[in-house]
T-cell receptor
Framework: DAGVIQSPRHEVTEMGQEVTLRCKPI?????LFWYRQTMMRGLELLIYFNNNVPIDDSGMPEDRFSAKMPNASFSTLKIQPSEPRDSAVYFC??????????????FGNGTRLTVT | DQQVKQNSPSLSVQEGRISILNCDYT??????FLWYKKYPAEGPTFLIS?????DKNEDGRFTVFLNKSAKHLSLHIVPSQPGDSAVYFCAARAISSGSARQLTFGSGTQLTVLP
């Protein structure tokens, strides 16, 4: 059973460059979430989608961040231009909205982003 | 403004003893609480949860206690094992938030179980 798949696992880039993080949710899950983990703030929700539609993007830090979900099996989180303060681990998670309201999120293994 | 707080960034416990991880919250609209466990280089994995209509939920070595009046929950692990060494995140969900799937996470507690 494939879980949530994220790529790349590690990304090192220079300030000002565009970064694209990718996520494949669990098949059949129709809610997808992007989280960011930092030492200072822990796990923060950036944006989430239901049925490919962005529902709440209030956690997106600024206009440099954008996320898309063109279909049920793929999502991207883009940072353009990247800055050193964007360095963090970015997690994608999915859940099955059709099951219990209280079904837990399933997380991918994250992308560790370093912006120099 | 952190709505879910884990005030202890780290905890060390001897193998076989009880580990108690604590979590406080401020939003009285939270009605469902979860604990996630995270190993290095992996994503968080769901461990145990509790609804606000209960004050205790037990699953094997793991028990979660909820004190709604104090807005406090705790995770007890007994007996603790070296394999339990991980970061533990407390999370909460408010059904009235308009986005029923949103989880608010604490900053995590690193548990180290010493052999």
């Amino acid at each position: 059973d494939a879980g949530v798949i994220q790529s790349p696992r590690h990304e090192v880039t220079e300030m000002g460059q565009e970064v694209t993080l990718r996520c494949k949710p669990i098949s059949g899950h129709n809610s997808l979430f992007w989280y960011r983990q930092t030492m200072m703030r822990g796990l923060e929700l950036l944006i989430y989608f239901n049925n490919n539609v962005p529902i709440d993007d209030s956690g997106m830090p600024e206009d440099r961040f954008s996320a898309k979900m063109p279909n049920a099996s793929f999502s991207t989180l883009k940072i353009q231009p990247s800055e050193p303060r964007d360095s963090a681990v970015y997690f994608c998670a999915s859940s099955d909205r059709l099951s219990s309201y209280n079904s837990p999120l399933h997380f991918g293994n994250g992308t560790r982003l370093t912006v120099t | 403004d952190q709505q879910v707080k884990q005030n202890s960034p780290s905890l060390s416990v001897q193998e076989g003893r009880i580990s108690i991880l604590n979590c406080d919250y401020t939003n009285s609209m939270f009605d469902y609480f979860l604990w996630y466990k995270k190993y290095p280089a992996e994503g968080p994995t769901f461990l145990i949860s509790i609804s606000s209509i209960k004050d205790k939920n037990e699953d094997g070595r793991f028990t979660v206690f909820l004190n709604k009046s104090a807005k406090h929950l705790s995770l007890h692990i007994v007996p603790s094992q070296p394999g339990d060494s991980a970061v533990y995140f407390c999370a909460a969900r408010a059904i009235s938030s308009g986005s029923a799937r949103q989880l608010t996470f604490g900053s995590g507690t690193q548990l180290t179980v010493l052999p």
